[in-house]
Structures are given as C-alpha cells and as structure tokens.
Antibody, heavy 116, light 112 residues
Framework: EVQLVESGGGLVQPGRSLKLSCVASGFTFSNYGMNWIRQAPGKGLEWVAYISSGSSYIYYAETVKGRFTISRDNAKNTLYLQMTSLRSEDTALYYC?????????WGQGVMVTVSS | DVVLTQTPVSLSVTLGDQASISCRSSQSLEYSDGYTYLEWYLQKPGQSPQLLIYEVSNRFSGVPDRFIGSGSGTDFTLKISRVEPEDLGVYYCFQATHDPWTFGGGTKLELK
C-alpha cells in the first residue's frame, strides 16, 4: 500500500525557517517525481514545488521561489521542503504528492502556521 | 502564469442529476509533445484531494465511468452523470503543461 506521511510542521514566527519531511512507503520512491502542494485555511490548492526522480529537474511556484528548497533522499525514501523567510501567507496545510504530471497519491498533510 | 478559471464556483444538485464543471485556461494547454496535461481532482470534506482524470479525459484507476472529462486547447469540462452522495466536495482542475503549474479556483458540488 502506498503511503506518504508528512511531518515537521508547527507554529513558527515570521522570518524564521522550517523543514518539512515526507516519508514514502509501498512503492519504489526513486522511480517517481514528487511534489509539495499547499492549501491555506478555507482556500483552494496551490502547487508549490516539484522534484524529478533523480533530482535533475526542480520547479517552484513564483510565490516561494528563492525562499523554499525542495530536495529528496532516495536512500531514505524521503522528500523534504526547506522553508526560509516564512511569511504569514505561507500558513497552510502542506501535502506531499507523488507524480510527474499528475498526482495519484497524496499524504494527509502537515500544518504550518506562521504567526508572531 | 497560466490562469485556470473554473465555473461555476458552486453547484447545487439533486442526487441522480448530471453536473457539469468548466475550466478555461488563459493559454493553450497542449504541450510540445502533443499531450495536454489537464487534470481533475476531487477533495471530499476533511480529506486529501484525489485524482479523477488526467490528460483531459483519462479516468484514473477505480474512478467510476460516470466521470467524463473532455476538451482541448483552452476549454475543458468535467461532467458527472447521475451524481451520487460520495461525489460531493470541491473539484479542482490543474495544468502541468506550463511552468509554474497551476490549479483552478475550485467548484463546490453540494446537494440542493
């Protein structure tokens, strides 16, 4: 069974950093591109970042470019999102999702709250 | 950035009715490889989104055939024939043709 489990969220002050993790199981992690997608409270979905299976291709939404870094460790079956210079508008539920063009499996999400 | 405009924002239906959701793109979503990377997702209350349709009209594994995706270029439609209780929630279109990839604003399907 495919599982994606996010962790690392919490309450953080504006301007600070936070690192999210997503541990994958039930499939060959190194064969798939991975993504982070977020949802602000009561709002729609926003794609955040993508990383290809071998980390050769990385893309970001304009709203996070230069502040967030997506990475992965295929030996540990883990996806990461390093978030710096956090802003109140980054407050959201962050999902990791498997896929290179479409997202067939999603985690349950991890909440990040940016507030003083 | 590509803007996906979904209409209506909210749709009230009776169980057994047909529902139709439109997704219009600010640019053609046909990629240079000939494929169109337009997808549809459903987010049920309190759940993570789930994939329904990829590449305009391909149903994902396990998705009932009452879900039908169609369209080309900039205009796309998701039709749900015979709406059932488990179909209620928010539907999102999504494009992965142009970087940055973008979601539509969502359409909430609810009971009349």
């Amino acid at each position: 069974e495919v599982q994606l489990v996010e962790s690392g969220g919490g309450l953080v002050q504006p301007g600070r950093s936070l690192k999210l993790s997503c541990v994958a199981s039930g499939f060959t992690f190194s064969n798939y591109g991975m993504n982070w997608i977020r949802q602000a409270p009561g709002k729609g979905l926003e794609w955040v970042a993508y990383i290809s299976s071998g980390s050769s291709y990385i893309y970001y939404a304009e709203t996070v470019k230069g502040r967030f870094t997506i990475s992965r460790d295929n030996a540990k079956n883990t996806l990461y999102l390093q978030m710096t210079s956090l802003r109140s508008e980054d407050t959201a539920l962050y999902y990791c999702a498997r896929g290179d063009g479409y997202y067939d499996y999603w985690g349950q999400g991890v909440m990040v709250t940016v507030s003083s | 950035d590509v803007v996906l405009t979904q209409t209506p924002v909210s749709l009230s239906v009776t169980l057994g009715d047909q529902a139709s959701i439109s997704c219009r793109s600010s640019q053609s979503l046909e990629y240079s490889d000939g494929y169109t990377y337009l997808e549809w997702y459903l987010q049920k209350p309190g759940q993570s989104p789930q994939l329904l349709i990829y590449e305009v009209s391909n149903r994902f594994s396990g998705v009932p055939d009452r879900f039908i995706g169609s369209g080309s270029g900039t205009d796309f439609t998701l039709k749900i024939s015979r709406v059932e209780p488990e179909d209620l929630g928010v539907y999102y279109c999504f494009q992965a043709t142009h970087d940055p990839w973008t979601f539509g604003g969502g359409t909430k399907l609810e009971l009349k």
